[in-house]
């Protein structure tokens, strides 16, 4: 019963030849969600053995190219292997407009239908929700409309152990609740391109009273560059480890580096004077969340 | 004074995890010339040390989008670098409509001009030409259309020795006018994905009437899927080694592999049965052609 994070770049928007964009591919008891999709996704799947077949929703940061000029590709792909379920997409409402492009206006349709919501990214809303799982907006300030996106498990079909009553139960009754179902809600937070975001990390804490299990939050300069990400909408590694520390998360990812940077320890290390539970979100590397009860 | 082409790519539509979709880097003296763009182009040329600062122009054989699905991150790319130069780019006329969108509905416009010429794929025209180089078009027999190119240098700013003048002449004349300029012009011809053509290998002959220096021609299949690859509109390696004999090729590439050749000396062992000088177009390997004089 897999709860799990495989980070298939950690790169930012200029190329480096070796790091690759923003993707993560979600992996909730055997159902695969992917979180942002860089130019180069599809390859990265195969390559990490993940089918892109197995997608059950695409969830987009914001109208970057660096994190999603992989969709159309990708969506190309799916068609070509015969994909003929919807496929589930969520991103800000401007995503429409490329995949309308795609659908109508590139080349013949694909056969299978993209079923697009739009995410309000000034709002805290649940945006899916199914057996497995809850996902929630999180609003994010970035120099475009950028959406964070908290996932939340869910009870396994039994119900009563969401995000909804996790957020109307004070903490002991929501430990109680968990007890009661012998089910702890695994939960992961992605937090793209952001300004550092203290509402942000309010929000994922009212979420996740427990604490999120993994925040990733891009960590795109050092601390010396802390004017030039003030300046481009981003978060040092340092404000990243303080987002988490506030928060209330178990464990900080870092990623969305700038190609500056040749040894990532320097951004980790910083981190970890604030935020000890600091990684690298290093690409091809799976994080995992145990399925272990709460206390 | 180079003439020679990067393979950055050699892999077909459907994705491999180790295979890139096709992208040739011609460098002409200097000049860079980019023909297709898979998804992927960007970083392939960062990690072949070849800037995209750099590209003079952009050919697009059709519209699939393992040729070009690169073209918007790449077009990115350079406006983040700063380009302010107009970008010359040829291909399919229905390639406009996605040109258009990336420029006008995608997000704020990249800051140079893409100087858009579409390229009838049913004739051959010269369709670029500079003190370095001469463009021709090639038809090619695809599913959708699609375009060959032939690149052929020209006279370093002393003229009278472009395609025209060959074309004109008989050979012996273009071989008295190549002796009296101490000038040989080299020549590549891209043959993108197309069911055999024997009229593009007259197309090219004619182009050339010395023999093509270096010729790539997709060997999407093996001989025993030859009725596959009439289906789909692709050639077999041994089809790519006549068409390279007709036209009177001096060496052959072949590339863009269906993902189910595990060991390509397969394809190229069934075209040297045809023509001996025949070589896998290697990802990230530079085939070179000498400035040596004919005869």
Not at 81 to 103: H, S, V
Not at 126 to 142: G, K
């Amino acid at each position: 019963m897999r709860f799990e994070v495989t980070i298939l770049g950690n790169g930012s928007g200029s190329p480096t030849g070796t790091m690759h964009h923003t993707a993560h591919v979600l992996n909730v008891r055997e159902q695969f969600f992917l979180i942002d999709c860089g130019e180069g996704t599809r390859s990265r799947m195969v390559r990490m053995g993940i089918s892109p077949l197995k997608i059950k929703a695409v969830f987009i940061s914001h109208i970057h190219g660096d994190h999603l000029f992989g969709l159309m590709p990708l969506i190309s792909s799916l068609g070509l292997a015969g994909k003929q379920t919807p496929l589930k997409i969520f991103g800000p409402a401007e995503l429409r407009k490329m995949l309308d492009f795609f659908q109508h206006d590139f080349g013949p349709p694909v056969g299978f239908e993209l079923d697009f919501t739009p995410v309000d990214t000034t709002k805290h809303l649940r945006i899916f929700e199914n057996r497995s799982m809850e996902v929630w907006s999180v609003p994010l300030r970035h120099r475009v409309p950028s959406s964070g996106y908290v996932f939340i498990e869910s009870g396994n079909g039994r119900g009563g152990c969401g995000y909804a009553e996790h957020a109307l139960a004070d903490a002991p009754a929501a430990h109680a609740l968990q007890l009661k179902h012998n089910f702890y809600p695994r939960s992961y937070a992605f937090m793209s391109d952001t300004h550092p975001s203290p509402r942000a990390a309010d929000i994922v804490r009212e979420a996740c009273p427990a604490g999120v299990d993994l925040m990733y939050h891009e960590s795109t300069f050092a601390e010396a560059e802390k004017r030039l990400a003030k300046n481009t909408g981003h978060s040092t590694a340092m404000q990243a480890a303080r987002i988490a520390q506030k928060a209330g998360a178990k464990k900080l990812l870092i990623g969305h580096f700038s190609s500056r940077y040749k040894d990532l320890s320097l951004l980790e290390n910083e981190a970890r004077t604030i935020f000890p539970e600091t990684f690298i979100a290093a690409e091809g590397e799976t994080f995992s969340v145990s399925r272990i009860p709460v206390l």
